[in-house]
């Protein structure tokens, strides 16, 4: 069953630390992407990535971190540098590089704070 | 920001009556597409209209789109409790971009 794959669905943040938060499809798609979205409101871009090894900023990519070694994953780092982290975290996918695709959406990440 | 916005908000119908949720945006897109979120799952996508298009169905779904406008719409027909969900239209230039999203609530 192809797809996108988020773990884990809950994660918990202590102050001071890194989380990752797994991003994993099979749908052979080349660009993927991490949007954060808070309570009530839309999605905003944080990082995305086109290519193997290749990744751009998105419109709030400080205080989170990214690596693209293989074309199924797509690992997010938040790292203590983000001061307000609590947020629902979507990892999304298409096939094409040019938009002119759907996207496809994993099943989502909830940050929290303790 | 280039972030869409979306109304209304909220949206709350009777079950069997029409819903509709409209999009304007501030760029020029190479198409517009709507998706669909259940609470703390991700989107899905519903349906795809290109720059060039100025209507589209799919089902109980009915798009418009207005580039001189910079806006899109998006109608349910025949509404289901089912459909209580929040809507997102996305826009789509050298990226996708989303709406603010509108909460829609079918009471059965």
């Known amino acids: 069953d192809g797809g996108i794959t988020q773990s884990p669905k809950y994660l918990f943040r202590k102050e001071g630390q890194n989380v990752t938060l797994s991003c994993e499809q099979n749908l052979n798609h080349d660009a993927m992407y991490w949007y954060r979205q808070d309570p009530g409101q839309g999605l905003r871009l944080i990082y995305y990535s086109q290519i193997v090894n290749d990744f751009q900023k998105g419109d709030i990519a400080e205080g989170y971190s990214v690596s693209r070694e293989k074309k199924e994953s797509f690992p997010l780092t938040v790292t203590s540098a983000q001061k307000n982290p609590t947020a629902f975290y979507l990892c999304a996918s298409t096939g094409q590089v040019a938009t002119n695709e759907k996207l496809f959406f994993g099943s989502g990440t909830q940050l929290s704070v303790l | 920001s280039q972030q869409g916005e979306e109304d209304p908000q909220a949206l709350s119908i009777q079950e069997g009556e029409n819903a509709t949720m409209n999009c304007s945006y501030k760029?020029?897109?190479?198409?517009l597409q709507w998706y669909r979120q259940n609470s703390g799952r991700g989107l899905v996508h519903l349906i795809l209209?290109?720059?060039?298009?100025r209507e589209k169905h799919s089902g109980r779904l009915r798009v418009t789109l207005d580039t001189s406008k910079k806006s899109s719409s998006l109608l349910i027909t025949a509404s289901r409790a089912a459909d209580t969900a929040s809507y997102f239209c996305?826009?789509?230039?050298?990226?996708?971009?989303f709406g603010t999203g509108t909460s829609l609530t079918v009471i059965p």
């Open positions: 760029t020029s897109i190479n198409n």
């Open positions: 996305a826009f789509t230039g050298n990226q996708f971009y």
């Open positions: 209209i290109r720059s060039n298009e």
